[in-house]
Nanobody
Framework: QVQLVESGGGLVQPGGSLRVSCAVS????????VAWHRQAPGKQRELVAV???????YYADFVKGRFAISRDNAENRVYLQMDRLNPEDTAVYYC?????????WGQGTQVTVSS
């Protein structure tokens, strides 16, 4: 069973950068898709970015050109690099992974963009 633990959230000023990380238990070799979602207060959870097996990626329009998803199989980690952050990016960010057709979620990490 896969366990996901996010970290790296915090408070950042508008225009700043932050990288959130997701530690994956066990081997990542059987995980074919990883993704990041986010949920702002009073809003539904929304998809932010996906990294499919190989190098194909998908980004939501509201983060395209600012965020980048990556994975490090040797370190068993998934990353989301976030640049040019704005207050609308404030949310809890969740790591999401699929292994053999089963989906797993982390507990989330809070990102707050404010001056």
């Amino acid at each position: 069973q896969v366990q996901l633990v996010e970290s790296g959230g915090g408070l950042v000023q508008p225009g700043g950068s932050l990288r959130v990380s997701c530690a994956v238990s066990g081997s990542m070799s059987s995980i074919d898709t990883v993704a990041w979602h986010r949920q702002a207060p009073g809003k539904q959870r929304e998809l932010v970015a996906v990294l499919y097996s190989g190098t194909k990626t998908y980004y939501a329009d509201f983060v395209k050109g600012r965020f980048a998803i990556s994975r490090d199989n040797a370190e068993n980690r998934v990353y989301l690099q976030m640049d040019r952050l704005n207050p609308e990016d404030t949310a809890v960010y969740y790591c999401h992974a699929r292994e053999r057709g089963i989906f797993y979620w982390g507990q989330g990490t809070q990102v707050t963009v404010s001056s």
